[in-house]
C-alpha cells in the first residue's frame, strides 16, 4: 500500500484529535490505582470517549473486543480489560488508546507505574520513554524512515534492554494503521526518505529480557516467553517543514 501523504489543514485537524487524546491520558492518569480491574480502566476510558465526543478505534478493529488495550508486567501489547484481571500495587501497566475523530485516527500509549515498583521495572519505564523521543527526534524531512528505528534500537541495547520484533509502529491517518511500517530496531539509512506531511504511530515496546513472544489462548494478547517485564510508549507524529510535531501531547 502507498504511503498517504496529509495536508497541512488534515494534520491541524489531527493536531485537535492528538489534544483530546492527551487530555484522555490526563484522566486515566488521574483514575488509575492499585485495586481497580482492567475492565473498571476500560469502563472509565469509554466516559472519558464519550464526554470529549470521540471513538474508540480499537473495538470491532480485526474483531479486538474491547475499546482500549490494558497489559501488565510481562503482557506487551493487547491486553483485553477484563474484570478478573486486577491491578496491583508493584504492577507496571500500559494503556494503548486509540481514538478516531473528524474521520482521522489518533494512537497513544503509555506505561504506568503501580505504587512501589521495582528499580529495574521503573528503569524499563524511563529507557522505554526516552527511546520514543530518540525515535521522535529523527522524524524529520530528508531522514530515512529506518533512522528512527535505529535510534530507538540503540537507545535500548545502550540500556541493557531488547525491542519487540513481531509488533512494529505504523502509517496512520484516515484508517488507523497505514504504510509504511515504523520498525524499533535495523540499521540506519534504509526505506523511504520522510517526507512532509507522512504522519506516523512510533511505538518501541521494550522488554527486560528476550523479545521472544507468545500469544495467550485468548487470541490476542501477546507475552514474554520469559517472563520478563514490558513497557510500550506511543505516539503519532506528524513530519513537517518545521521538524517533527508530536500530535498526541497537550
Ligand atoms: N497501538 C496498537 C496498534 O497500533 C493497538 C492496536 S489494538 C487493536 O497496533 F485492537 F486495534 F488491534
Ligand atoms: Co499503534
Do not use: L, Q
Given at each position: 500500500m502507498a504511503i498517504e501523504l496529509k495536508t497541512k489543514d488534515e494534520i491541524a485537524i489531527m493536531r485537535e484529535g492528538g489534544r483530546i487524546l492527551s487530555k484522555i491520558f490526563n484522566e486515566i492518569e488521574r483514575i488509575l490505582k492499585s485495586g481497580m480491574t482492567t475492565y473498571d480502566l476500560a469502563r472509565r476510558a469509554e466516559e472519558f470517549m464519550n464526554n470529549y465526543n470521540v471513538k474508540p478505534a480499537?473495538?470491532?478493529?480485526?474483531?479486538?473486543?474491547?475499546i482500549i488495550c490494558v497489559s501488565i508486567n510481562?503482557?506487551?501489547?493487547?491486553g483485553i480489560p477484563s474484570t478478573k484481571k486486577l491491578i496491583e500495587d508493584g504492577d507496571i501497566v500500559s494503556v494503548d488508546i486509540g481514538i478516531e475523530y473528524k474521520g482521522f485516527f489518533l494512537d497513544s500509549a503509555k506505561t504506568y507505574a503501580i505504587g512501589d515498583v521495582s528499580p529495574l521495572a521503573l528503569k524499563l519505564i524511563r529507557v522505554t520513554e526516552e527511546a520514543l523521543w530518540r525515535g521522535i527526534e529523527k522524524a524529520k524531512v530528508g531522514a530515512r524512515l529506518s533512522d528512527i528505528s535505529w535510534a530507538i534500537q540503540e537507545y535500548v541495547e545502550k540500556n541493557g534492554f531488547n525491542v519487540i520484533r513481531d509488533f512494529v509502529g505504523h502509517g496512520i491517518g484516515r484508517r488507523l494503521h497505514e504504510s509504511p511500517n515504523v520498525l524499533n530496531y535495523g540499521p540506519p539509512g534504509m526505506g523511504p526518505v520522510l517526507q512532509e506531511g507522512l504522519v506516523i504511530a512510533i511505538e518501541p515496546m521494550v522488554v527486560t529480557g528476550s523479545y521472544e513472544v507468545k500469544i495467550l489462548n485468548n487470541g490476542w494478547t501477546a507475552v514474554t516467553v520469559d517472563g520478563g517485564l514490558s513497557a510500550h510508549f506511543e505516539h503519532t507524529v506528524a513530519i513537517t517543514e518545521n521538524g517533527p510535531q508530536v500530535l498526541t501531547i497537550d
Open positions: 480499537f473495538k470491532g478493529y480485526r474483531g479486538y473486543p474491547e510481562e503482557e506487551i501489547v493487547h
